[in-house]
């Protein structure tokens, strides 16, 4: 990634910033996402606000692993190349930047990252927020898991990370103190622009309605090209054009919370009532009551009219009172898992995939005592997705993917080495064979007492001393 030299397409503008409104753009909407939109966004957009969520629950948990490893690491791999690549522009109109990529370990990323702007030589004062990390509170309390109802200590794994969501006030504290970046661990996704306009507007944070409004905002943007149109298009019923090209949301909002979305001119995608209808559920179970660390946000009353193309207006939103609880992602060293792919195409595909998955479970439990029930296999190209709702009996081609956990590395790369050396072993035609290990740490939920939590809650500046000063 820092290798590359990423930029904007040309062409790109935005329109005015309404008075009185603040801008706040999505930079990212998940570890994975792409660079250029949120460069395009910031030499381009006008922004108040970029917002940057790199963080879901498996991926913290990889981070405390990391972190467990290493003191210097545990935060994510993209962050410091991503704001390194927007600061200046940042830096230059006036936009700050609000992150949840410090994962594991915050401190350590935002000294990472004030280096990194101190070379710019950009004037971009670093805050970060700790106290999410309760895996001590989790072991004293012992809570039982959403998944199984059963203690946390009973889980299979050593329990070795436990992380809270956080709401949006430590991020508001940040910016009130003169933070022009802050770096948290593990927020709620909307609570990172809840936080950002909070401060904008000196919001009171027990506003139930307002902050229901403002959450509403933050989840139709937390997942940054999704309501562009890129989790909405398809080809034949919704088609969206310049998907290439695709550009990353923003919202002009008001003191009252109630927001225009739109994206920069000359980008690709699409900003529409159904995209944002869509979002505006994505991932929720009950719109009524849709549960984040700020407020029990009401999504059922919220109303999108498209006052121009590629803008559309949100209205409504209500909220009841923040919970009492906070979500806890709980993750468990689960030992080591090993797989192998290959391929087998034409004539009789399918009856060779099957010889071939008979032939690497019989010699795994015959030469490794490897129990068959704890090896999972796939045939991709057989309708493997459907788990069995549907059939292709006659398909052209069948990827055979099998896959297993074990308690150290050699053991789980035994799967990759079986299946590879099907090549010459077995049945007829066998190509295209991959094989990796990868250790796995299994995620949990639970809940935990917000009072036990929010006292251990800190806002702390990157001390410069430590980085170097500013030139």
């Known amino acids: 990634m820092g290798s590359l030299n990423v930029s904007s397409p040309a062409g790109l503008s935005s329109p005015p910033k309404?008075?009185?409104?603040?801008?706040?753009?999505?930079?990212?909407?998940?570890?994975?996402?792409?660079?250029?939109?949120?460069?395009?966004?910031?030499?381009?957009?006008?922004?108040?606000?970029?917002?940057?969520?790199?963080?879901?629950?498996?991926?913290?948990?990889?981070?405390?692993?990391?972190?467990?490893?290493?003191?210097?690491?545990?935060?994510?791999?993209?962050?410091v190349e991503r704001i390194r690549s927007v600061a200046a522009d940042c830096a230059a109109n006036g936009t700050r930047i609000v992150t949840n990529g410090g994962a594991a370990n915050p401190e350590a990323a935002s000294y990472a990252v004030a280096e990194a702007v101190r070379e710019l030589n950009v004037d971009?004062?670093?805050?970060?927020?700790?106290?999410?990390?309760?895996?001590?509170?989790?072991?004293?309390?012992d809570p039982r898991t959403w998944e199984t109802g059963q203690p946390a200590s009973a889980a299979d794994g050593e329990l070795i990370s436990a992380n809270a969501y956080l709401g949006a006030e430590p991020i508001r504290r940040a910016l009130d103190s003169g933070a022009r970046i802050v770096i948290t661990g593990r927020v709620a996704d909307p609570s990172l622009y809840v936080g950002a306009m909070a401060h904008h507007f000196d919001w009171d944070h027990h506003?139930?309605?307002?902050?229901?409004?403002?959450?509403?905002?933050?989840?139709?943007?937390?997942?940054?090209?999704?309501?562009t149109g890129g989790y909405f298009a398809d080809p034949v019923t919704k088609p969206v054009a310049g998907l290439a090209h695709l550009g990353f949301p923003f919202a002009d909002v008001d003191a009252d919370a109630q927001a225009v979305l739109s994206k920069l001119e000359g980008s690709g995608g699409d900003v529409s009532t159904r995209t944002c209808t869509e979002q505006l559920l994505y991932e929720v179970a009950d719109p009524g009551a849709y549960i984040t660390p700020d407020v029990i946000a009401d999504f059922s009353h919220v109303s999108f009219e498209q006052s121009a193309v590629d803008r559309v207006r949100v209205s409504g939103g209500r909220g009841a009172a923040r919970p009492e609880n906070l979500k806890v992602t709980l993750g468990y060293d689960s030992g080591w898992q090993g797989e192998g792919q290959i391929t087998y195409a034409g004539i009789r595909?399918?009856?060779?995939?099957?010889?071939?998955?008979?032939?690497?479970?019989?010699?795994?439990?015959?030469?490794?005592?490897v129990d068959p029930e704890s090896v999972f296999v796939e045939y991709i190209g057989m309708a493997a997705?459907?788990?069995?709702?549907?059939?292709?009996?006659?398909?052209?081609?069948?990827r055979l993917r099998i896959v297993s956990?074990?308690?150290?590395?050699?053991?789980?790369?035994?799967?990759?080495?079986?299946?590879?050396?099907?090549?010459?072993?077995?049945?007829a035609g066998g190509?295209?064979?991959?094989?990796?290990?990868?250790?796995?740490?299994?995620?949990?939920s639970c809940s935990v007492d917000r009072l036990s939590i929010e006292e251990s809650v800190n806002v702390e500046f990157v001390d410069e001393r430590r980085t170097g000063g500013l030139k």
């Not at 595909?349 to 005592?369: G, N, Q, T």
């Not at 053991?411 to 050396?421: F, M, P, S």
């Open 18 to 79: 309404p008075a009185g409104h603040v801008r706040v753009g999505a930079g990212a909407g998940f570890a994975g996402d792409r660079l250029d939109p949120a460069i395009a966004l910031a030499e381009h957009g006008k922004l108040d606000f970029l917002v940057f969520e790199l963080l879901g629950e498996r991926t913290v948990a990889a981070a405390q692993r990391r972190e467990r490893e290493s003191t210097d690491t545990g935060f994510d791999p993209t962050l």
């Open 124 to 141: 971009l004062p670093v805050a970060y927020v700790t106290g999410d990390e309760v895996l001590s509170i989790v072991e004293d309390e």
């Open 207 to 227: 506003d139930v309605d307002l902050i229901g409004r403002a959450t509403v905002i933050g989840h139709l943007l937390e997942c940054a090209g999704q309501v």
């Open 349 to 369: 595909s399918k009856e060779r995939a099957e010889l071939a998955a008979a032939i690497v479970l019989e010699r795994l439990e015959a030469l490794y005592d």
């Open 385 to 398: 997705a459907f788990r069995g709702l549907v059939t292709a009996d006659d398909p052209a081609e069948v």
């Open 405 to 427: 956990t074990a308690a150290t590395r050699q053991e789980a790369a035994i799967i990759g080495d079986e299946v590879e050396a099907l090549y010459t072993n077995g049945p």
């Open 431 to 444: 190509g295209g064979a991959r094989k990796s290990v990868h250790s796995v740490v299994a995620v949990r």
